[in-house]
């Protein structure tokens, strides 16, 4: 264990994963579109299957540091029976996925062995929601 501090520039962005099943799915489509009316994100597509790391059906919601704030509370009241993991985008997937995250609602797993431990930190995406609502 290291005892160098980590500042917190190494992150470059946040992503929030909405896991749900097919029971949940019209709960995780409620959410989708109240977070799309609130906050400057992109929202990711449906992934219906598992797809990456993760062990279950999830959209991503991507926002950079200026949203995290503000949407992280919401989602703690919000999520309903949703698990969501939050994580931070650095240049190691792998540790921001397994080890750096936060789970709202009940963790899941997560395939680590699919993350490098390497890549480009991902920058926040375009937006691509018009929110004209206060959280
Ligand atoms: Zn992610």
């Known amino acids: 264990m290291t005892s160098d501090v980590r500042p917190i520039s190494e992150i470059s962005s946040y992503h929030a994963h909405v896991y749900y099943e097919h029971r ?3 709960a995780a489509a409620w959410l989708r579109e109240r977070i799309g009316e609130r906050f400057l ?3 990711g597509r449906w992934h219906d299957a598992e797809v990456g790391p993760h062990s279950g059906s999830m959209y991503q919601v991507a926002f950079s540091a200026a949203v995290l704030a503000q949407i992280v509370p919401w989602l703690m009241l919000n999520h309903r029976e949703l698990s969501i993991l939050v994580h931070p985008n650095t240049v190691n997937p792998r540790r921001d996925h397994i ?8 963790p899941l797993t997560i395939r680590s062995e699919v993350l490098p431990e390497h890549a480009d ?4 995406m375009e937006p691509n929601t018009s ?5």
């Open 121 to 124: 930190a991902e920058d926040a």
């Open 24 to 26: 949940t799915r019209d």
């Open 41 to 43: 994100v992109t929202l």
């Open 99 to 106: 080890v750096d995250g936060m789970w709202i609602g009940l």
């Open 131 to 135: 929110p004209d609502r206060d959280p």
